[in-house]
């Protein structure tokens, strides 16, 4: 409650009218006192003026609010989704080919293609970092975990996920499998990380074949499951 005496009373409750909506405050005049006969406002007389500090709550958005932000989302998931298993191809079939070179078909150490000469498309996929395949998986994950946040950031006021039609079954499918590939590409990393870094486990070629091609069966293994997993999630929303 603010008091303010008569003589400059008006200019007061002129500059308060103007200041307060700047605030995001209100205004409220004691009419009683504007009502009064002219005769009565005397210095003596005040003028009640009270500012109320309470914002106004921002609107909830609507269900069609909610849709709209679905729809927009939903078009930027698709196409995340298509370059994810894109790259994703990319990725297992250029790993499979540096498969092959360094250990054939689970041959011997001295039986594989990088020994006997006979690496694909030349011996200069047998030493060095793997460029391709580093850059292709890195790009493939940047897309999965970008499409994987996506997924969650899609409203669903309708509940489309729901019931028992055949739409809402296939989404659930849908949503299920994309733990599956989470996991896929987690394991794929971690076993990645081994494979192309052998020497910070302790562990080389000559004197750790066995175990590196274990680990890179495992890398592979796993590539091509997560790789099946992103195709069923692509087909169970396309077809």
């Known amino acids: 409650m603010v008091l303010v005496d008569t003589p400059a009373r ?15 405050l209100s205004l409220h005049v ?25 914002l106004e709550e921002p609107n909830e958005p609507t269900t069609a609010d909610l849709v709209r932000r679905r729809n927009k989302i ?34 011997s150490q001295s039986t594989n293609p990088c020994v006997t000469g006979n690496a694909w498309p030349t011996q200069n996929q047998c030493s060095g970092t793997p460029t391709g395949h580093l850059t292709l998986s890195v ?8 499409t994987f946040g996506l997924s969650f950031a899609m409203p669903d ?27 896929g590409f987690i394991a794929q990393i971690a076993l990645g990380l081994v494979t192309a870094n052998s020497e910070w486990f302790g562990l080389d070629r000559a004197n750790n ?19 099946g997993s992103l195709t069923a999630q692509g087909a169970l929303m396309v077809f």
Do not use: C
Request: proline content about 3%.
């Open 74 to 107: 939903k078009k930027i998931h698709k196409w995340f989704g298509i370059t994810t298993w894109a790259l994703t191809t990319l990725t297992v079939a250029s790993g499979f080919v540096q498969y092959y070179n360094q250990y054939g078909w689970y041959q």
């Open 10 to 24: 008006m200019a007061t409750l002129t500059a308060l009218m103007l200041a307060t909506p700047l605030f995001g």
């Open 157 to 183: 006021p309708l509940g489309v996920s729901e019931g028992d039609s055949k739409f809402a079954k296939r989404l659930r499918a849908h949503k299920a499998l994309r733990w599956v590939t989470f996991a």
């Open 209 to 227: 074949y066995k175990t590196l091609r274990a680990i890179a069966t495992a890398h592979l293994t796993v590539g091509f499951v997560t790789w």
């Open 139 to 146: 790009l493939a994950g940047a897309a999965f975990f970008t």
């Open 30 to 54: 004691d009419t009683s006192v504007l009502e009064a006969p002219s005769a009565a406002l005397e210095p003596a007389v005040v003028l009640a003026v009270q500012i109320s500090t309470d």
